[in-house]
């Protein structure tokens, strides 16, 4: 390889534009969420439990529909409520 070739070669990778610097990572629309959930019956029981925010809004509703549901349709015996 002649010394101009070499020459060439080497400017050429230092001239190259620098890669585009990292942006940001994004808002993570729907983060993680931990909270600790007290355990009935026992004053020292807790455990920690992680989800996503739109799972705890699901979590919610759906107890939030349990219990609507128990107080309408009450208990009946033989159901074990």
């Known amino acids: 390889m002649s010394i101009s070739a070499a020459f060439f070669l080497l400017t050429s990778a230092q001239a190259a534009p620098a890669a585009a610097p ?8 729907d ?7 007290e355990e009935t019956g026992s004053r020292l029981g807790s ?3 992680c989800m996503r925010k739109s799972q705890w809004a699901e979590q919610r509703n759906e107890d939030r529909m349990l219990i609507d549901r128990s107080q309408i349709v009450g208990c009946k015996q033989g159901t074990g409520c």
């Open 22 to 29: 990292p942006t940001p990572p994004a808002q993570d629309a």
């Open 31 to 37: 983060p993680v969420i931990c909270q600790r959930i």
């Open 47 to 49: 455990r920690k439990v």
